[in-house]
T-cell receptor, first 116, second 113 residues
Framework: ETGVTQTPRHLVMGMTNKKSLKCEQH?????MYWYKQSAKKPLELMFV???????ENNSVPSRFSPECPNSSHLFLHLHTLQPEDSALYLC???????????????FGPGTRLTVT | GQQVMQIPQYQHVQEGEDFTTYCNSS?????IQWYKQRPGGHPVFLIQ?????EVKKQKRLTFQFGEAKKNSSLHITATQTTDVGTYFC?????????????FGKGTLLTVNP
């Protein structure tokens, strides 16, 4: 499945580094999402974008900064992270966004992030 | 806030046995989705249930949504080794933030051939 791609697939960074995660969807969808998947914890929604407009910031610390330049691309800029931020970061997209309902989401392969 | 509990956390079966995972929400849901994540992979959408008491089938998989729209189940008949993975339910709230999915922790299914 190549509908949603993410780069890099693996990333190791120190706590003082700045890095960015990239997500691209080739499905013509209007909504994009960032999730965090940690061991033994449920998938956590971080951010939601609808047509490049942020519609959700789920109490995410400011060391995570999303950017959505267009409906096909989504970035997650990282700076001064903590070791507990180590996790699998998943990008997803859905055909459209309406506050009143949810749509099936297509996930990318994720970026495995390790903060040392 | 909304919580979605999923049990069991792990299930190991012999190939050919049946498997069921259960999902319970602390609040009424507008709909519920199910996803499967293979080891080392990413979640893949299986189905969405919307109506109270709804039952949907996909080959050997049967999905149910409770009458009160607070619980759901996934049943697999005669498991195969290809069924291995973690099955997640994800509930969408009602009343304002229905787009937001709250995921359960998932049930990891392993199948002994």
């Amino acid at each position: 499945e190549t509908g949603v791609t993410q780069t890099p697939r693996h990333l190791v960074m120190g706590m003082t580094n700045k890095k960015s995660l990239k997500c691209e969807q080739h499905l013509g969808h209007n909504a994009m999402y960032w999730y965090k998947q940690s061991a033994k914890k449920p998938l956590e929604l971080m951010f939601v974008y609808s047509l490049e407009e942020r519609v959700e910031n789920n109490s995410v610390p400011s060391r995570f900064s999303p950017e959505c330049p267009n409906s096909s691309h989504l970035f997650l800029h990282l700076h001064t992270l903590q070791p507990e931020d180590s996790a699998l970061y998943l990008c997803a997209s859905s055909q459209q966004f309406l506050a009143e309902t949810s749509y099936e989401q297509y996930f990318g392969p994720g970026t495995r992030l390790t903060v040392t | 806030g909304q919580q979605v509990m999923q049990i069991p956390q792990y299930q190991h079966v012999q190939e050919g046995e049946d498997f069921t995972t259960y999902c319970n929400s602390s609040t009424t849901l507008s709909n519920i989705q199910w996803y499967k994540q293979r080891p080392g992979g990413h979640p893949v959408f299986l189905i969405q249930l919307v109506k109270s008491g709804e039952v949907k089938k996909q080959k050997r998989l049967t999905f149910q949504f409770g009458e009160a729209k607070k619980n759901s189940s996934l049943h697999i008949t005669a498991t195969q080794t290809t069924d291995v993975g973690t099955y997640f339910c994800a509930g969408a709230g009602s009343g304002g933030s229905n787009y937001k999915l709250t995921f359960g922790k998932g049930t990891l299914l392993t199948v002994n051939p």
